[in-house]
């Protein structure tokens, strides 16, 4: 069963998420975060194949949870992430070039975010 922790303060993008998940790419077990920190309680719950992460958000920005899941060791260390925003040019080097990392500009191209999914299965299956 293919699990996917979604990411996102905005409730609409999470709706649009969930659908895209459950019927494009088959996922049965989708979990939401509104915030880095509920994100990370989740990561330290629950393994997942995939994380789709937004940057922009309250309490824990997504660059901020992404250095705090690659550098504690746990479940979801090495998940593939897939960080989605409008925000992508602003990140920093260190972020951008972190494993098992994709970026993806807002508005997403769901060829690209089809792309990163399959990517990140098979990234998820070597691991």
């Known amino acids: 069963m293919k699990k996917v922790l979604i990411v996102d303060d905005e409730k609409d ?3 649009i998420f969930d659908e895209i998940f459950r019927h494009d790419y088959g996922f049965e077990n989708i979990t939401f975060a509104q915030d880095g ?3 990370f ?3 330290s719950l629950q393994k997942f194949d995939i994380i789709t992460l937004d940057h ?3 309490f824990m920005k997504g660059a901020e949870f992404l250095i705090a899941l690659r550098n504690k060791p746990g479940l979801n260390q090495k ?3 897939t960080m989605i925003s409008a925000f992508i040019p602003e990140l920093s080097e260190t972020i951008t070039s972190i494993e098992n990392t994709y970026f993806l500009e807002k508005p997403v191209d769901f060829t690209r975010l089809s792309r990163y999914v399959k990517m990140s299965l098979k990234v998820k299956d070597a691991v």
């Open 56 to 58: 922009m958000m309250p």
């Open 79 to 81: 998940t593939p992430v």
């Open 13 to 15: 993008i999470r709706i």
């Open 37 to 39: 920190l509920e994100a």
């Open 41 to 43: 309680t989740e990561c």
